[in-house]
Structures are given as C-alpha cells and as structure tokens.
C-alpha cells in the first residue's frame, strides 16, 4: 500500500557536468537538456522526503521519472538512489529514450526505511550528431512510499533446517505478510548450544501454556526487544510437530523443527501475533499442515489482517 508520493518538477534538476551541455532551459513545463555529441552525464533530482508520518518511518518503495527524449541517440541510460550518502537502488545498462512524456518506474529492492532524504541520480548518454538528436526533456521526478506495521524476527538456532533455509523461510513469511501491511524485519540472527533442548518438549502446544523446557529455551532473548518475536530453529519437537507458536507469557515466539516447510515460519508466527487455524489450505493459518499449502503464497483473509493490526507485536520500526 502506498501511503504517499512525493514529486519535484523537472526544472529543479541539476546537472553533475555543466560543460557537457551544449544548453539548459528551464521552462514552467520542463527542462531541456542538449547534450553534445557522444557525452555522458548524470542529473540529480532532490525529492521531498516525509520521514516520519504518523510516528512511524516511512519505507521507499520506488522512484519514477516523466521525461522524453529526442530521438533514439538521447537516452537514460542509469538510475540510482540514494537516502542521504546511502545507494539504496541501482538500476544499471538501460536504453530508454520514449518520444513521449510516459511514467517509468523503478524498484527500490528491500523497500529500506528512510532516513536521510531521497535524491534520485539519472545517467544519461548523447550518442547523436546534432542537437536535435542530442536532446532530452524531464517534467518530474518522484518518489513512492509505503508505511507499513512491522514484525521484528529474531533468529536462534540449535540445528540449522534442512528442507528450507531460514532465509527461504522468511522470504516465504514476506510473501504472505508484506501485501497485506506488514513488513518482517530480521532482527538477529544467533547460534545456541543448547543440546539437551534441540529435541524440545512441546507437550500439547497449546497457545497460553508451555512446558518446562520451552521456558528454558524462550528465555534466551540476547538482543531482542519486549515486542519482537523469536524464532527457535530445532531438531524436532515432542511430540513431532513443524514448529509450535506456544510461549510462555512475556517471551513471544516460536520453535520451527528442521523439517518445516517453507511457510511454516509465517504460520507459526501468526499464531503468535493471534491467528487461529482455518480449513482452507489457500490460507496460511490452514489447520491441514502448511505442506498442503495449494495456491502459494497462502494468503491471509481481512479478519487475519485486523487481528494482526491489533497486536501489541506488530511495531514501529
């Protein structure tokens, strides 16, 4: 979901190498560039950039460009980001030189908070003879941004998975969450030798009571905060579970056993953030067992989304 956009017009563009200009003008409707014959340059591009909104930090999610080009010599050959001195986004070895003013949009990989202010910075290249060919039009530039809930995940791991990586993992947690409002972010990531709790005892896995070595092992919390999750990667459970969303009261979390599925991450941890199981193997929370997951990536209904919206775990950046 985007939450805002934010555009400058084209005449506020500045041009990194002047001297490489044949002319500049400035109008009310864009600005011209003429480039002389087989030149490079870059033009940069301030965005306003709305940090904080609603006291949470905004995400980037993309950046667009209006502009048109003279003939097939003028041509956008880069277009990088940057959120202050950081390159967030570099989209290299393009060729676009549209005839008419369109909207060219390009992908911010990550969709990473904004800190600083965001300055897109185009490469160009003139490969024409004349200024005719060498001439290149911009009307604005912009940028998208999203603000989104998010769920803080922190890792511990007694025995790495064996069918997913935990990277594929919360990948897969992404697919499902990210579309729907909530960002998972990857908190920590920490190794524990805890051999006689790597088969842990699980008991019923009933939501609200655990047993004594899951109180053992959630109270490892090195560096997590009272409203993040954990995840505990496992051997197995007992009884042999994918993984079990019961915790004990204030340690938020789960256990997922080394042979989970791809989605079990996500599922487990919806448990945690509120959800039940569902009869319907579409959806994450399906009761089936999320290796009958039939139409990935397994979707959450609008119930789902509000009862996660309302949980104390689903924080500010």
Sequence with gaps: MITQAMWTHGHT?????????????????????????????????????????KDKRQMTDSVMLRFRASSDFASVTNVHVYDGENRIAAHDGLDLSPSAFGFSRFDVPGKPDVRWGVG?????????STDAQNTLEFSSAGCDFKLLETVRLHVKVLTAPSRFTIDDMIAGMRESYEPNGFRVVHGSSENLNLPTLNVVDVGGCTRGESTAEQTALFGNRNNVGTNDVVAYFVQATNPPFNGCAAHPAGRPGAVVASGASRWTLGHEIGHVLGLNHVNDNNRLMTGNGTDNITNPPPDLATSEITTMHNSALTIDP
């Design 13 to 53: 563009m500045d041009v990194e190498k002047p001297a490489q200009l044949v002319s500049t003008w400035r109008a009310g409707f864009f600005v011209r560039v003429v480039g002389r014959p087989n030149s490079t340059n870059w033009f940069h591009f301030a965005v306003p950039t709305p940090v904080i909104v």
């Design 120 to 128: 897109i910075s185009v490469g160009v290249r003139f490969a024409g």
